[in-house]
Antibody, heavy 123, light 107 residues
Framework: QVQLVESGGGVVQPGGSLRLSCAAS????????MHWVRQAPGKGLEWVAF????????YYADSVKGRFTISRDNSKNTLYLQMNSLRAEDTAVYYC????????????????WGRGTLVTVSS | AIQLTQSPSSLSASVGDRVTITCRAS??????LAWYQQKPGKAPKLLIY???SLESGVPSRFSGSGSGTDFTLTISSLQPEDFATYYC?????????FGPGTKVDIK
C-alpha cells in the first residue's frame, strides 16, 4: 500500500526541539524528492522544506531557515524534520508529502500526503 | 514570493450544481499550478497538476484550465463527497505557495 505515516508530534515549550519522522511504503522512496508542508489550526497550507531524492540538496521556507533541518535515510525509507528553537507560530499539523518528481527533476507539487502529525508549541 | 488569491473564499452549492473556483497569481506562472481537495481532519489530495492535467484516479467531473495569472477549477456536477476546501498551489517560482482556500459547503 502506497502511504506516508508521520510521527513524533507533541507538545513542546517555546525554544524547545522536536524531531518528526515520516515512514514511506509502497513506492521506491529513494527515487523521489520529499517535502514537509504544515497547516496551522484553522489556517491554510504552508510549504516548509524539500529534500532531493538523494539528499544532495535541501530547501527551506524563510520562516524556518536556520531552525529546521530536513533529512532522509533511504535505507530506512524514512524522512525527518528536526525542529529547533520552536516558536508558538510553529504550531501546526505537519504533513510529509511526496514530490511528483522524475529522477533529477523535481516538480514541486505533491501527489501523495501523509495524515499529518500535530506539533503544539506552548508553555 | 508569488501571492495566490482565490475566489470566492466560500460558496454554498447543491448536489448536481456546476461549481467554478478561481485562482489568480500575482505574476505569471505559466501552467505551473496544482489544485488540492481537503476534507476536515484529512490530508490534502491532489486533483489537478500543470493547470489542466487530471491526477490518476480523480473523477472526470473535475477539470482545470488557465495559464499565466488566471486559473479555474470546475466541478461539473457537484457530488456529496465533493464538499471540502479547495486550494491552488503554484510551483513555477521558488518558494512554492498556496492560495488561501475555497470552502464548498452544502446549500
Amino acid at each position: 500500500q502506497v502511504q506516508l505515516v508521520e510521527s513524533g508530534g507533541g507538545v513542546v515549550q517555546p525554544g524547545g526541539s522536536l524531531r518528526l519522522s515520516c515512514a514511506a511504503s509502497g513506492f521506491t522512496f529513494s527515487s523521489y524528492g520529499m517535502h514537509w508542508v504544515r497547516q496551522a489550526p484553522g489556517k491554510g497550507l504552508e510549504w516548509v522544506a524539500f529534500i532531493r531524492y538523494d539528499g544532495s540538496n535541501k530547501y527551506y521556507a524563510d520562516s524556518v531557515k536556520g531552525r529546521f533541518t530536513i533529512s532522509r535515510d533511504n535505507s530506512k525509507n524514512t524522512l525527518y524534520l528536526q525542529m529547533n528553537s520552536l516558536r508558538a507560530e510553529d504550531t501546526a499539523v505537519y504533513y510529509c508529502a511526496k514530490d511528483d518528481s522524475n529522477g533529477d527533476y523535481a516538480y514541486w507539487y505533491f501527489d501523495l500526503w501523509g495524515r499529518g502529525t500535530l506539533v503544539t508549541v506552548s508553555s | 514570493a508569488i501571492q495566490l488569491t482565490q475566489s470566492p473564499s466560500s460558496l454554498s452549492a447543491s448536489v448536481g450544481d456546476r461549481v467554478t473556483i478561481t485562482c489568480r497569481a500575482s505574476q505569471g506562472i505559466s501552467s505551473a499550478l496544482a489544485w488540492y481537495q481537503q476534507k476536515p481532519g484529512k490530508a490534502p489530495k491532489l486533483l489537478i497538476y500543470d493547470a489542466s492535467s487530471l491526477e490518476s484516479g480523480v473523477p472526470s467531473r473535475f477539470s482545470g484550465s488557465g495559464s499565466g495569472t488566471d486559473f479555474t477549477l470546475t466541478i461539473s456536477s457537484l457530488q456529496p463527497e465533493d464538499f471540502a476546501t479547495y486550494y491552488c498551489q503554484q510551483f513555477n517560482n521558488y518558494p512554492c505557495t498556496f492560495g488561501p482556500g475555497t470552502k464548498v459547503d452544502i446549500k
